[in-house]
Every structure is written in C-alpha cells, then in structure tokens.
C-alpha cells in the first residue's frame, strides 16, 4: 500500500468576471485552498485535459452522479460491501484510506466531439447541455408565446477550476517534500439564482505516470506557484452541507489525521533541527525565496515562544504593575500550510508534477477579542526543501 497522507482540494480560476465579486474567508475546522489560478494555466491545461481524449480515443471519467469520488475510511461501510469492492477491483488503496473508483463515465472522441456515456458532450467547443422551453409574452396580443432555447455553453467559459486528489509525504532521507497526483479534474462553477455555489467536477482522469523530459520549458505551467492548503482539523464541516463532489469556492475536503499531521511536521522540523533544510525569513507582503534572508536555527526555534507585556491592577495597592508573559507555540496550532513550487504537466501521458521548493507554516490570525481574522506565518520562517523528481 502506498504511503502519503492523502488530499483533496479546488483552485478557482482568478480574473474571470463570474467570478470577480467572489471573496475569499477562512472559516476554522475546514481543508480550504485559497489560492487562484490565472487563465493562462488553466487553459494550458484544459487544452491538455482534450488533447489526452482525442489522442486515447477512450477514456475514463472518475465521476459519479454526485462528482469525483473521494478518499474514505470505510468506516460507515458495511463489511460485505468492503470485501466484494475489493475483489472487484473497485477499491483503491490511497494512503491510508481507499477510493470508490467503480463510478465512472466512458469519454469517446468521434468524429463530430467528444460524448459522455454515449451521449454529446463536448462539440464545436460547446458543452451539450440540451434544450429547454420558456414562456414570454407577446405585448402586443398579451398572449404566451412558447421558444425553445438552446442551454449549450462555451467549453473555455465554463472551465472555472481544477480539482487535485494526492498523497502527501516528506523525504527524510532526501529532505524533499513530494505531492504525488492521483486524480486531476477540470471544474465548473455552479450557480443558483446567479448566486455562485461552488464548483464540481466537469472531468476527472486518474493520472498516468510522469515523463521526466517534461521537467523544462516545453512542460513548465508555472514557475514559483504560491499555494495555500489547509487541513481539516475535525471530521465536521461548519455551516452549510455540501454534497460529494461540490465545494464552496474554494472549499475541499481533505483530512489529515492529527497523529499523521503533527508526525510530518516533527519530520520536517527535525529537518530543521539538523540542518538538513535551509530556513530564511519570510514575511507575507513581499517574500522573494531568490533574495531572502537566510535565518539560523536559533532564530526559528526562539520564534516559538512569544513573549508579550501584559498589564494588571495591584488589588492591595491600586496600581497598574507590568509583567512579561512567554507563551510558547504548539504544532496543534498549524492549520495549514503555503507552498512554494513548480508546476509542469505531461501532455503525452496526462499527469501534472508539482515541485515543492519550499513552504510556510501557517496559523489562525486574531484580533484583540480572539476573533479569527485570517491566517498568518506559525512562524516568520520559510523553510526551503531540496526538489527531487
């Protein structure tokens, strides 16, 4: 089986004017990503996403009526269900949990577009969605007049996203952090009375393995990606209930256990401590990995403890009397984390790599009544990693 800690998480796309008044919040307990892709990036990879169809002819989608299907634990399954999904095959080991890969639908290039189960999907670069009739009046007769209207949409229009379904793991030995992609999907955005929704999967392909020739310029998506994940820090999700395969923008549900979560950060802090990975001072208004300041580790680990004057009254004397008070930093306090990488993607077998050159800590951000008012740096560190493919 292999290891990695598994996640699962949606980009939305950035500058699109569905989309611009969509703002984005931290709400506590939930795996968000907050980071935005730019056109540019997703159509490299929607063009990717055709060209994988037209150059297999067949393919699978990995979704099911409600999306992609995500990694579970089982544990609300009943044993007799487990054990024929696992002889059919329909059950695949994700790190420490399985995937439901049984749901999917046959994607065909023909010579007129691209069909979903047999039905037309993609043709002319319009997604079918079919027909629908409307009702308006005639205001010169008063009468209803019956129209039939066209709901087709443009497929570049309507690509809004991309889903990632991955493991997670740290390199000891190599010092390097490695997100391994199992499933990559090409979203749409969802809206109910022009409200936005969420996002859901338009495609979901499982990834073939990565052509390391396409490491240089030719496969090069973007180069210093900034990318912010959080983990779900209990199994609840706050407020509203989604349904499988739709997300709040940009909501995913994700989950790392805390013995899995505090196990890779001491791995990577470890790191640190030995000197196996390099640390500089990072601040969020304008950090530069190629000129920043290297840090020592004295420097990282006494920015652990937080030293603060608090003030008090004397109830003897009356008087105000000032005390220093050191509060030191627990790793259950890491929320998430800001990655620093390179994304490339390999046309020819439909797979994305993502090298992670580096990554921040992060942690709730309170105002002075302990409201929650966003995320900063657990620590005002960058710690840089040594990317290996």
């Not at 990834?207 to 820090?233: H, P, V, W």
């Not at 003030?311 to 220093?324: A, K, N, R, S, W």
């Amino acid at each position: 089986m292999d290891w990695g800690v598994p996640m699962s998480y949606h980009h939305l796309l950035l500058e699109s004017p569905a989309y611009e008044n969509i703002g984005y919040e931290y709400t506590p307990g939930g795996s968000n990503s907050a980071t935005r892709l730019y056109p540019p990036e997703l159509n490299k990879i929607s063009e990717a996403f055709l060209a994988h169809i037209e150059r297999q002819r067949v393919v699978e989608s990995h979704n099911g009526p409600l999306g992609p299907t995500y990694p579970s634990s089982l544990g609300d399954w009943s044993m007799g269900k487990i054990l024929n999904m696992r002889a059919s095959g329909s059950l695949e080991p994700f790190g420490r949990y399985f995937m439901d890969v049984s749901k999917t639908e046959k994607i065909t290039q023909k010579d007129d577009g691209i069909y979903r189960d047999d039905e037309a999907f993609i043709v002319e670069g319009r997604i079918v969605r079919g027909f629908d009739t409307v009702y308006t009046q005639d205001l010169a007769t008063g009468e209803l007049v019956e129209r039939v209207i066209e709901l087709n949409t443009g497929f570049r229009e309507s690509a809004a996203g991309l889903g990632f379904t991955e493991l997670w793991s740290y390199d000891k030995k190599k010092a390097s952090f490695h997100k391994e992609i199992k499933y990559l999907s090409l979203d749409e955005g969802v809206f109910y009375n022009e409200t936005f929704r969420g996002l859901r999967s338009l495609l979901n392909f499982k990834t073939a393995k990565f052509n390391k020739k396409y490491l240089g310029t030719e496969g090069l998506i973007r180069k210093g990606m900034q990318s912010t994940e959080f983990f779900d820090r209990d199994f609840r999700i706050e407020g509203e209930c989604f349904s499988e395969g739709m997300a709040k923008s940009p909501h995913a549900i994700g989950y790392i256990e805390p013995s899995d979560r505090i196990t890779m950060i001491m791995n990577i802090i470890e790191g640190v401590n030995s000197g196996q990975l390099s640390i500089y001072h990072h601040n969020f208004i304008d950090f530069d990995p190629a000129t920043a300041k290297k840090a020592s580790v004295e420097e990282f680990f006494e920015a652990q403890s937080v030293s603060e004057t608090v003030y008090y009254e004397d109830l003897e004397t009356g008087e105000m009397v000032e005390e220093v008070v050191t509060n030191d930093l627990v790793l259950e306090e890491v929320i998430g984390f800001q990655f620093f990488e390179d994304w490339f993607i390999d046309s020819d077998n439909f797979s994305m790599y993502k090298r992670v050159n580096g990554m921040v800590m992060l942690k709730l951000a309170l105002d002075e009544t302990g409201e929650v008012r966003g995320v900063k740096a657990f620590t005002p560190f960058y710690i840089k990693f040594n990317p290996r493919m």
